[in-house]
């Protein structure tokens, strides 16, 4: 009799561990995820399309210094660097003409002496270079659409080391050089002497690409095979809007969608989203 009574017992909790079981997942399949995302609004306007042009510093003059007979430096009075008035005495050579005193051509700083005294130098090469460097050009090479960008005498922002010069448009070839681009230079004032030649100049153009479009932020794309669509936050839920891709740049997307203007899009935790998830706006961004 107790065996038959302990079955009946186990049989009943048994029935209700399941039943309590069920009761549980019943509760947790109507309790909805609500989602934590951040947005940014979507703006409307032209799209514009930023590119980095890069070129190189150069003296704007420079002067060779010759000498008329080769011979033996026998006295080297500058070193790269130094600055010289016009007719400075910088050197002498000891030809098979006699002694031959080097002078300055015009004013400016010595560059690329290679020679030292003692040591033989050529009349084919220039003894040195006399450079300006209150002024100094920016040399470029660009494509054909973008030197129609360009205007003679124009002022435009130019780049060096991270640091904004402003530069004028001095010289636009018509013609291209072996690589097909157009040679641009810029004359940049360099009465600090803060810029030395050689350095990278950065010119940075700005094409607009499209009129008139609806532009949302890069990191709120999702691609999927061969769909692009994005999440907006409507009443508490994300909603899925299919974009067409017109034109992208790092940070902003050009898109033909059903958007409008400060619709927030989501940026942030849209990855695990589908259509009609609940979401909560923890951060909201222009």
Known sequence: MRKVFFLIFMITQL????????????????????????????????????????GQISPIKQTPVLVQQPGEVTSLK??????????????????????????????????????QEKSFQS????????VELEKLQANFAVTPSTRK???QDEEMTVFVDDKK??????????MPNETGQFPISMEIDNEERDILPGKTAKLIISDKRVKDTIIVPTEAVITESDESFVFIVSDNTAKKVVVDLKETQSDKV????????????????QVTLSDGSKVEVVKEGK
């Open 15 to 54: 029935f209700f561990i399941s039943a309590c079981s069920e009761e549980g997942e019943s509760k947790a399949n109507n309790e909805e995820i609500v989602t934590p995302v951040e947005t940014e609004s979507v703006e409307t306007g032209d799209f514009v399309v930023e590119k980095s042009i890069y």
């Open 78 to 115: 500058v070193e790269n660097g130094d600055e010289v008035k016009k007719n400075d005495h910088l050197a002498t050579i000891q030809t098979g003409m006699g002694s031959e005193a080097i002078y300055a051509p015009t004013d400016g700083e010595i560059a690329q002496i290679h020679v």
């Open 123 to 130: 009349n084919e090469e220039p003894l040195a270079l006399i």
């Open 149 to 151: 960008q360009f205007k």
């Open 165 to 174: 010069y402003q530069a004028t448009v001095m010289a636009m070839d018509s």
């Open 254 to 269: 050009a898109v033909e969608a059903e958007l409008e203007k400060d619709d927030q899009v989501i940026v942030n935790g």
